[in-house]
């Protein structure tokens, strides 16, 4: 018997003749009576968790009808499958450490996948009723190359341009888009042909900078196409890319979260998706034209974001990042309980007093020492089931965006990052163990899941004496700044030889 089975399926109908269980909360809104106004781009477990939340919330603060969210999934049409037979309703399951909670969300009004939906996705984005353009599509679904720029040799994003320039000639719009960025501007042209008015969006991924770095993704893409700088023009003027610091914590969805909301819904939800009770949205207050009234429900709305991402990045998702690869090395499942091995945890506090506080500016009313503290008890949270390999993957994207900015900073002001280079030597024997089949956790061998994972594995082969000289010179991680600083260099090849028992 799986989590489904045995239970009718949660959808529209069958919400209208069911009596909520007490303690369910139902959607906000009237799904019925919402019409779209966002696109939302890589319809993951985290969009439901937090901005289609933040999204549904204020509309019915504000009683407008016209926030309903188009959610594209990106790769595969699996959660397609999950939420069009459930009229786009799916529940949020809350785990506290004390309580657990399920609410019903339905501002999710229409779900499509772009293998074979892109003519509607691109026609939804270029409505005048559409206003804002959302995206969680992970670090590497925005296809960059080393130095930042649109990784053009990407055949995904190579076709799509190929479709953009011939829709630019006046080609119609109908092949499948291929790539998160390559819809958004093949978005972008239908708007700019049809005229349809200004458009803001937001990039809700960790990225440093993310708004600043999509605009340039944008503009720097756009010239490499033919006739792209009409386009090019039109996006400078008419759309808005705000940057955005967003916070919940959000893992994947088990069977046995599913089996836990059906038992609580009386009905079974292929589309639900789990959070911590903590949720936090800081949006720079920079938009083209209308939006939800986000800021009536939490969301903060200000003119810089910048100290509170970098705070966020710095202190949660490098202190994540590092109990991933040490917590899954020492053969532990979740983040709570590696955060609970009192050496691991000191090793944290280690990274954000030494390396990560002295970078920041505290945003207003921030006490950053709380921040850390805060952060620590809820990656402390057995409830929700974070797992150290899920936080772990995509190191290669992810050290970039959550720690190599804190060692930069470091070394230029003189210091030396020991606590940072301890962390990357995690990532590093994290990539040699799993590289090489040697983990296990809870019994299951783990591999190397990377889109680098090919020249990770080349580099993390061989004697250990060089491993950490040899992935240092991976530049696409580390860029040839830091791949040349002998300061660097020296802590990192320290921290592994202390981390895999050898003399440095
Ligand atoms: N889950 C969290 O706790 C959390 C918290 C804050 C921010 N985020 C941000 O949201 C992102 C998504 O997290 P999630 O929990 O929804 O993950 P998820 O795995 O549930 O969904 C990821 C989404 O990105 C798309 N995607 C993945 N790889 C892609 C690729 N190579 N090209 C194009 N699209 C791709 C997937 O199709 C899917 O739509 C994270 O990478 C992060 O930047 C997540
Ligand atoms: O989402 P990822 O996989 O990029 O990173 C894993 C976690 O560090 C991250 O998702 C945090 O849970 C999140 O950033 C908390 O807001």
Redesign the pocket.
Known sequence: MTALSGAPRLSRATLSTSRLPSGVQAPAVDPADVSVGLVHL??????RAHQAVFTEDAAAASGENRWGILGV???SARVVEQLAPQDGLYGVLTKGTTETSLRLVGSLRDVAFPGVDTPRVLTTIAAPTTHVVTL??????YRRAADGRPDLTDPDLAADLDSLASELRGGRPDTPAR??LGLLLRGLALRARQDAGNLTVVC???LADNGAVLAALVGTTLDAVPNGDRLRAWVETSVCFPGTM?????P?TTDAHRAEARSLLGLSDAGLVIGEPFTQWVIQDRFAGPRPAWESVGATLTEDVAPYERAKLRVLNASHSTLAYLGALRGYTTIAQAVADPALEATVRALVDDDVLPTLVAPDGLDLAQYRDDVLARFANPNTGHTTVQVAMDGSQKLPQRLLGTVRDRLDSGAVPTAAAATVAAWIAYVRATSQGELEVEGRPVGLDDPLAPTLAAAAEGPLGSLADRMLDVRVVFGDDLAGSDVFRSAVRGAVAELVGIRA
């Open positions: 890589g319809l993951g477990a985290f969009h999934t990106q790769r969680t599509v992970t670090e590497k679904g790539s998160p809700c991924d960790n967003v916070d919940r914590i959000v994947a």
